[in-house]
Antibody, heavy 121, light 108 residues
Framework: QLQLQESGSGLVKPSQTLSLTCAVS??????????WSWIRQPPGKGLEWIGYIYHSGSTYYNPSLKSRVTISVDRSKNQFSLKLSSVTAADTAVYYCARGITGDPATFDYWGQGTLVTVSS | DIQMTQSPSSLSASVGDRVTITCRAS??????LNWYQQKPGKAPKLLIY???SLQSGVPSRFSGSGSGTDFTLTISSLQPEDFATYYC??????????FGQGTKLEIK
């Protein structure tokens, strides 16, 4: 059974960089044509897709966040990561990592449990 | 951006009821429409993909229909574990994927 687990700093100061990692177990991040996404959800609000990466390293980002987002993959550790720079209170959210199915990178069949990141001084 | 609008925003129903949730896209998205279920404190769970395909392991009381701009999620006979928030999501607009605002299904 594939499992995804987010980790990283839960509290980030305004203007700093948010960093999260998603560890994948029960399967290889390099197998198949899957995409690996980050999605976030502000408290009490809806979902926002941030971006995804393929095991090849190709990345695709939400245009509204593109200037601040970097997603990278570490195949040796079977994990992928998110960096979001110049954060503000508006970036406070639960951040999820998720897998996109083969053939449709934006259909998410496996999700991590989510991790709350709070932006505050 | 393609806007996804769900209705209703909230809904009260009883165990055994048949429930329908609607999702409308601001432009045609063919059948690139997914439905997710989210319970409090949990990650969303994929129920329906490509408008009408049932995800593996999801009970058959869940079904989806529609194409173009109008879509529905139907639960044929509500069970206690179905009370949750439901989101639609379009996967049509490359790299500009968007979700609906959610429909909260509550016990009457």
């Amino acid at each position: 059974q594939l499992q995804l687990q987010e980790s990283g700093s839960g509290l980030v100061k305004p203007s700093q960089t948010l960093s999260l990692t998603c560890a994948v177990s029960g399967g290889s991040i390099s197998s198949g044509g899957y995409s690996w996404s980050w999605i976030r959800q502000p408290p009490g609000k809806g979902l926002e897709w941030i971006g995804y990466i393929y095991h090849s390293g190709s990345t695709y980002y939400n245009p509204s966040l593109k200037s601040r987002v970097t997603i990278s993959v570490d195949r040796s550790k079977n994990q992928f990561s998110l960096k979001l720079s110049s954060v503000t209170a508006a970036d406070t959210a639960v951040y999820y990592c998720a897998r996109g199915i083969t053939g449709d990178p934006a259909t998410f069949d496996y999700w991590g449990q989510g991790t709350l990141v709070t932006v505050s001084s | 951006d393609i806007q996804m609008t769900q209705s209703p925003s909230s809904l009260s129903a009883s165990v055994g009821d048949r429930v329908t949730i609607t999702c409308r896209a601001s432009q045609s998205i063919s059948s690139y429409l997914n439905w997710y279920q989210q319970k409090p404190g949990k990650a969303p769970k994929l129920l329906i993909y490509a408008a009408s395909s049932l995800q593996s392991g999801v009970p058959s009381r869940f079904s989806g229909s529609g194409s173009g701009t109008d879509f529905t999620l139907t639960i044929s006979s509500l069970q206690p574990e179905d009370f949750a928030t439901y989101y639609c999501q379009q996967s049509y607009s490359t790299h500009m994927y968007t979700f609906g605002q959610g429909t909260k299904l509550e016990i009457k």
